[in-house]
């Protein structure tokens, strides 16, 4: 018989067979999927062996959980012996059914780093930085003036010799700055700007990569690019400050661990013993971009063979390793590529090209017949002005890559380690023409997979979730930014906290944001204070309200989505402590004092809701949210003293900001959707606040006025609310301010401000004015849970217990969405037809749901063609306006209602 429930996607740590792995007690998980109905694993057993064959023979287990109850939240951490060094592990999860039979098992494996500091020899290394020459080049285009000289990119390189069989090879790797890394001439791995960022000063993360295949008997080579990247190049806008951030040039560090068939060992690391030298990368920069001069290339410097006489000795430039840590998330990579849609010559030997899409990423440009030393020149632009590149809004970033050709045939220029966020591109010095095929978009991004998909009948909202998506992938690079374009690209906390809902859905985010999380806690001052921005750099005030509060926030929903209990516990005393920090300096609990830099309802439209409501209203908010977090921790006091707390914020708010008609102080719809949406007024007030609100939206032409904070609540509340309607009428509004106005003016991505270009004024001010924000599309998370209907009740961890309410409305005539969940695929969607509606869901084994039927008649409600109380896994649990609510047990279901 085919076992019918089937493990799969499992993780270890949150991440599919990583390696490289630095948790000494990681967390095993798996989904689950059933053909049958009503199926939920009763048992599981997990097994870990030295090698995949060991898994059948139990004298060789290494860890053997035997039969256990499934686990509370999706995760099970290992709990066998200590975990040794580099060393792979392999494992089983074999599952139960109810009737005590097996079924389904999975396999995957794990493979640790290096997890103690005399695991390491290496040490940073770079050129000599008393050889190294710093010359900027000239500079065509003066639109603003660097302060820093720009570097060449190094190149280092480390000859050695293979005696005896490979039976397996690892590398070990980091950089401060940027690496690329090359054995015997091929590239290692596919990660792209790694390590990635964090704050250097903490942490500095190491990469794993399996060379086995890449060595061979006799000579071989070892070879690294480095660029300045986060560690020493241009981050930010303090690009006038002369700022230097972490270091002033690249660094690099590997260890390559060789093991011989005879069990004999060789390292090679870094150290004086390596050779450094230039090739064509004249500069590299992530804001600045690329020069790449193809008659400089050191051909052949990463093999055998090439003459390193000229090169000087690498030297060793620290030792200190404290800050070396296993990479916890996943690499950026190159995660798809977009030909140019379309080529428009604009004399001179310029041409524009059209990606089609606003991304983020680099170009790969095909060069036909260029004479030695000829010059081409790559600008990058979101939008453009009158047929030409509109490049204001990128303020200091330059976003501009050369390549001085060597006088091939045929070359192919892309920049390594640079990126831009643009959808055009203007080509330079291409006598022309230039064919469409010759231009590429090169998108990179954290790879972080796709888990979750949106669709339904209107190509508008089709096109806004398309944004949305766009939105998130251009943002999620290392750490998730604001914008990708200008000189900021920085972590914004608050940004990030309404986005990380809609983030949740598309992709697999949990790794990406427990290990931002980290240099967020990592910020956070002796006061108490989380920072703006993580990682920590330009803007060092003190968190402002929904700013600082995403250190609270943004682990409680890693906890409620992912059932990540672990991101909690090592954000937990930060998010106590922030609270506090709070709470002491607004001791009548009116949060108006060390708000830091206050930034209000950021970029609302055309109103203003008073600064000290949305403050106090986020302190009650992160009082509840730390409150919940002690009680699942099990630290009682806590969460009973938060609670309280909570409870007298909320007093307070009401005696300061709520009159007896419910109105809310500023009576913008943000005041009202903040206290609605964090649950803030006495119950009796509640229907008469809702009515305050969806009266605003009334009165304003059904038109919204939220900015980034107000945004992520608008539909939502106003759902929840009974004006499902009005959500939709928002939704679907294409006048000024809106999402379609955007949509209906070309926008592939979600721009940062409602007003970024209007048919009135044209753009906005350039000084802040990006077309790729993804703060106003928070409205993501309502159109899987609300309008397609997937959602989880409020209690539930991990999509547990799913709460599914399809919501017909607005111009759609079906939506639909699924989503990977912890426990497995969930899948909500409806489609009228006829006078009926036809609603299908699928609820994953070891989950169970209430689904909410639309229907004006329940007791026409049928399940495949039977009525609902014949059908099996089906039980009524109530019938109200205009819906039928049923319990149901895992599987797949297809209801039809009369509507
Ligand atoms: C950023 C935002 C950020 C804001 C703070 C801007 O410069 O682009 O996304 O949240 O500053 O108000």
Redesign the pocket.
């Known amino acids: 018989m085919v076992p019918s429930l089937t493990p799969y996607g499992l993780t270890c740590e949150l991440l599919e067979e990583p390696l490289g792995l630095g948790e000494p007690r990681p967390r095993l998980s798996w989904r689950t999927a059933s053909g049958a109905r009503g199926e939920a694993p009763a048992a599981y057993r997990l097994r870990v062996a030295a090698r995949p064959e060991d898994l059948d023979d139990p004298a060789r287990l290494l860890w053997d959980t035997d039969l256990v109850e499934p686990p509370e939240t999706p995760y099970v951490h290992y709990d066998g012996p200590p975990l040794q060094s580099g060393t792979r592990y392999h494992w089983r999860v074999s599952l139960w059914d109810a009737a005590g039979a097996p079924s389904g098992e999975a396999t995957s494996w794990f493979e640790t780093g290096l997890l103690h500091a005399d695991d390491w020899s290496a040490a940073w290394i770079g050129p000599d930085p008393t050889l190294v020459a710093v010359a900027d080049p000239p500079r065509d285009d003066d639109r603003t003036e660097r302060t820093r000289p720009l570097a060449p990119c190094p190149l280092l390189r480390r000859a050695f010799r293979v005696e005896g069989e490979v039976v397996r090879a690892r590398v070990y790797v980091s950089a401060r700055g940027l690496y690329e890394l090359s054995v015997n001439g091929r590239r290692v791995g596919d990660h792209e700007l790694a390590p990635g960022w964090t704050d250097y000063h903490e942490r500095v993360p190491y990469q794993a990569h399996d060379v086995t295949e890449l060595l061979r008997e006799g000579d071989n080579v070892i070879g690294a690019t480095l660029a300045d990247g986060w560690w020493s190049g241009y981050v930010g806008f303090d690009a006038r400050r002369q700022a230097l951030h972490y270091g002033t040039a690249p660094q690099f560090l590997a260890q390559l661990v060789v093991d011989h068939a005879d069990g004999s060992r060789r390292v090679v690391a870094t150290d004086g013993a390596w050779r450094a030298g230039q090739g064509p990368l004249v500069y590299s920069d992530l804001l600045m971009g690329e020069r790449h001069d193809a008659r400089l290339a050191a051909t052949g410097w990463d093999a055998p063979g090439f003459d390193d006489r000229g090169w000087a000795p690498a030297a060793v430039l620290d030792r200190d390793l404290s800050a070396l840590t296993a990479s916890a998330d996943r690499p950026v990579r190159v995660v798809a590529e977009l030909p140019a849609v379309s080529v428009t010559p604009r004399g001179d030997g310029r041409h524009i090209a059209d990606l089609g899409q606003n991304m983020v990423g680099r170009v790969r440009l095909t060069l036909r017949g260029l004479p030695r030393g000829a010059a081409v020149r790559l600008r990058h632009a979101e939008m453009l002005d009158d047929g030409e590149l509109y490049l204001d809004n990128l303020r200091t970033a330059e976003a501009t890559d050369h390549y001085v050709a060597a006088g091939e045939p045929v070359e192919v220029f892309e920049p390594r380690f640079t990126l831009h966020g643009f959808r055009y591109v203007e080509v330079s010095g291409v006598p022309g023409p230039l064919r469409a095929e010759d231009v590429t978009g090169v998108v990179l991004m954290s790879d972080t997979p796709a888990t979750g998909e949106f669709h339904c009948s209107d190509p508008m909202v089709t096109q806004l979730q398309a944004n949305i998506v766009w939105g998130q992938r251009g943002n999620f690079v290392a750490v998730p930014t ?2 990708p374009q200008r000189d ?1 690209r ?1 972590g ?4 990030a906290q309404v986005f990380l809902p809609t983030a949740a859905r598309n992709a697999d985010v949990a790794a990406f944001f427990a290990r931002w999380m980290r240099d967020v806690v990592g910020a956070q001052d002796a006061g108490g204070a989380f920072p ?2 993580a990682p920590k750099i330009c ?1 060092t005030t003190e968190g ?1 309200p929904a ?1 600082g509060d995403a250190g609270v926030i943004i682990p409680w929903q890693l906890y409620r989505l992912y059932g990540d209990v672990r991101v909690l516990e090592r954000s937990y005393d930060a998010m106590a402590a922030w609270v506090e920090h709070v709470r002491r300096h607004n001791p009548d609990l009116i949060w108006r004092e060390r708000v830091g ?1 206050h ?1 209000g309802d ?2 609302q439209i055309g109103v203003e809701t008073p600064r000290d409501v949305l403050a106090t209203a986020y302190f009650a908010r992160s009082a509840q949210l730390t409150a919940q977090a002690a009680a699942v921790l099990g630290r009682k006091d806590d969460a009973a003293a938060l609670a309280e707390l909570h409870r007298s914020i909320r007093e307070a708010f009401v005696e300061a900001f709520v009159g007896p008609d419910g109105r809310v102080a500023g009576g913008t719809q943000t005041a009202y959707l903040l206290a609605l949406a964090f649950d803030l007024l006495p119950g009796h007030l509640v229907p008469a606040a809702a009515a305050h609100l969806a009266a605003d939206v009334e009165a304003r032409g059904r038109h919204l006025t939220t900015g ?1 904070l107000g945004v992520s609540l608008l539909c939502p509340v106003l759902t929840e609310h009974g004006h499902a309607d009005l959500a939709y009428a928002l939704l679907h509004q294409e006048d000024f301010p809106s999402w379609c106005y955007s949509i209906r003016h070309g926008a592939t991505t979600i721009w ?1 401000r409602w007003d970024g270009w209007t048919e009135e004024g044209g753009f906005q001010s350039a000084n ?1 004015n ?1 077309f790729n ?1 993804y ?1 106003l599309g928070s409205v993501g998370d309502w159109l899987y849970g609300r309008v397609a209907g997937i959602d989880q009740d409020s209690g539930s961890v991990a999509y547990r217990r799913l709460l599914l309410r399809p919501t017909v409305g607005g111009r759609l005539s079906w939506a639909r969405a699924h989503q990977e969940t912890p426990y497995g695929r969930v899948a909500c969607g409806w489609r009228l037809e006829d006078g009926h509606v036809t609603v299908e869901v699928s609820v994953p084994p070891g989950a169970t749901a209430v689904l909410h039927v639309p229907t004006r008649d329940a007791a026409a409600v049928r399940e495949g063609g039977l009525p609902v109380e014949a059908a099996e896994g089906v039980r009524v649990a109530g019938e109200w306006r205009g819906v039928l609510a049923v319990e149901l047990a895992s599987g797949d279901y297809a209801f039809t209602a009369p509507l």
């Open positions: 604001d914008c900021e920085l914004w906390l608050a940004d703006d921005v803007v402002a700013w830099k930034y950021w970029l980034f940062e802040m990006s924000h703060a």
